[in-house]
């Protein structure tokens, strides 16, 4: 079993809107660093957007400030990420991931999800 499984990907239109899930089963996301990261073809992994769920900083990349955000329900031990206003560029395989540090470089994080593709046609 994936230490942590995401959801809602999908095909969508430029300017639409998409929400990822992360869901955690062997940890408490309250105890963890929770990052979302994407890979396009031919590229490297990067930092999309990370948060410290203890005590809730955040961390954007440059391309996604103002349009993605990031989000966790201790509760529900999952975290998402609202996509608004998607652009082409943001086709990737999205993953999540979780460290016991807070930071958004993929080198920094142990555990990972399978990924879920996103595609935004133009």
């Known amino acids: 079993e994936e230490p942590l499984v995401e959801s809602g990907g999908g095909l969508v239109q430029a300017g639409g809107s998409l929400r990822l899930s992360c869901a955690a089963s062997?940890?408490?996301?309250?105890?963890?660093?929770i990052g979302w990261f994407r890979q396009a073809p031919g590229k490297e992994r990067e930092g999309v957007a990370c948060?410290?769920?203890?005590?809730?900083?955040?961390y954007y990349a440059d391309s996604v400030k103002g349009r993605f955000t990031i989000s966790s329900d201790s509760a529900k031990n999952t975290a998402y990420l609202q996509m608004n206003s998607l652009k082409p560029e943001d086709t990737a395989v999205y993953y999540c991931a979780a460290d016991f540090s807070f930071s958004c470089s993929p080198l920094r994080y142990d555990y990972w999800g399978q990924g879920t593709q996103v595609t935004v046609s133009s």
């Open positions: 948060i410290n769920a203890s005590d809730g900083s955040t």
């Open positions: 062997k940890f408490t996301f309250d105890d963890y660093a």
